[in-house]
């Protein structure tokens, strides 16, 4: 194996591109594929940060809110992603609020991964937040992927590396491959209940390489990276805003 493709991961740029998808479909911001007897999830509050410019006058502090539907990838799309046995559907959940969460400030983000042939009958209607910050809210996409080989960004390569010259990392809203590093980095994560060092699983971009943005944004232009286990994706996972 070359020294180049020891630094090389599998990715996939979801490549957004305005459209109408239903909930049967991969997308984001789309509708999303939710049984009706199964409640909603929402944010408890407890980590909103009442300074939120969204909503001047309105104190958000432990004021519960709907998880908004982001993203929906299910498994004949995208069977790069860590489907655990028995479901075929990964959603993808904000809170379209600034939190103080850690060493990020940014939405909440909550991971349902779910049998779509147990979905019978759709929740009539999607609940909807009474305030958001409209950054962090999607547009409508349908997702045309393209898959790639990418190598590590600089920061992650050893010193007698760094110099030499790879493609770049790509910021695109994509799967798997390697973190965009450019205010911080690089830096490691280790799962919070079994201490495995975890894996970038999914990045939301602010910037598209296409041109065609989602409209949200994440820190200063940068990306919201989201790092499960490679044991178990039902462990907690890690948010990084880079």
Same mark, same amino acid.
């Given at each position: 194996?070359s020294?180049?493709?020891?630094?090389?991961?599998?990715?996939? #740029?979801?490549?957004?591109?305005?459209?109408?998808?239903?909930?049967?479909?991969s $997308?984001?911001?789309?509708?999303?594929?939710?049984?009706?007897?199964?409640? *909603?999830?929402?944010?408890?509050?407890?980590? $909103?940060?009442?300074?939120?410019?969204?909503?001047?006058?309105?104190?958000?502090?432990?004021?519960?809110?709907?998880?908004?539907?982001?993203?929906q990838?299910?498994?004949?799309?995208?069977?790069?992603?860590?489907?655990?046995?028995?479901?075929?559907?990964?959603?993808?959940?904000?809170?379209?609020?600034? $939190?103080?969460?850690?060493?990020?400030?940014?939405?909440?983000?909550?991971? @349902?991964?779910?049998?779509?042939?147990?979905? @019978?009958?759709?929740?009539e209607?999607?609940?909807?937040?009474?305030?958001?910050?409209?950054?962090y809210?999607?547009?409508?996409?349908? #997702?045309?992927p393209?898959?790639?080989?990418?190598?590590?960004?600089?920061?992650?390569?050893?010193?007698? #590396?760094?110099?030499?010259? *790879?493609?770049?990392?790509?910021?695109?809203t994509?799967?798997?491959?390697?973190?965009?590093? *450019?205010?911080?980095?690089?830096?490691?994560?280790?799962?919070?209940e079994?201490?495995?060092?975890?894996?970038?699983?999914?990045?939301?971009?602010?910037?598209?390489?296409?041109?065609?943005?989602?409209?949200?944004?994440?820190?200063?232009d940068?990306?919201?990276?989201?790092?499960t286990c490679?044991?178990? @994706?039902?462990h907690?996972?890690? #948010?990084?805003?880079?």
């Amino acid at each position: 194996m070359s020294i180049k493709a020891e630094w090389a991961r599998p990715a996939v #740029l979801l490549n957004p591109l305005e459209g109408e998808p239903t909930d049967a479909d991969s $997308h984001i911001g789309g509708p999303m594929l939710w049984p009706i007897d199964e409640p *909603w999830p929402w944010c408890d509050g407890s980590r $909103h940060d009442p300074r939120s410019p969204g909503v001047p006058g309105q104190d958000i502090a432990d004021v519960g809110m709907p998880f908004v539907g982001a993203v929906q990838l299910y498994q004949r799309d995208f069977p790069e992603l860590p489907f655990p046995d028995g479901t075929d559907v990964l959603q993808v959940f904000l809170c379209t609020l600034h $939190h103080d969460l850690d060493d990020i400030y940014g939405p909440d983000v909550r991971l @349902v991964w779910r049998d779509s042939a147990k979905v @019978v009958e759709l929740i009539e209607e999607e609940p909807e937040p009474p305030v958001q910050e409209e950054i962090y809210t999607p547009t409508i996409n349908v #997702l045309e992927p393209i898959r790639f080989t990418e190598y590590a960004h600089s920061y992650d390569r050893p010193e007698h #590396l760094r110099d030499a010259d *790879w493609p770049e990392t790509s910021s695109g809203t994509k799967i798997g491959g390697w973190t965009c590093w *450019w205010q911080t980095g690089p830096m490691e994560f280790q799962c919070r209940e079994c201490g495995t060092a975890q894996r970038q699983m999914l990045s939301l971009g602010t910037s598209e390489p296409s041109g065609d943005n989602v409209e949200w944004s994440f820190g200063r232009d940068g990306n919201l990276n989201i790092f499960t286990c490679p044991q178990d @994706v039902h462990h907690p996972v890690t #948010l990084h805003i880079d």
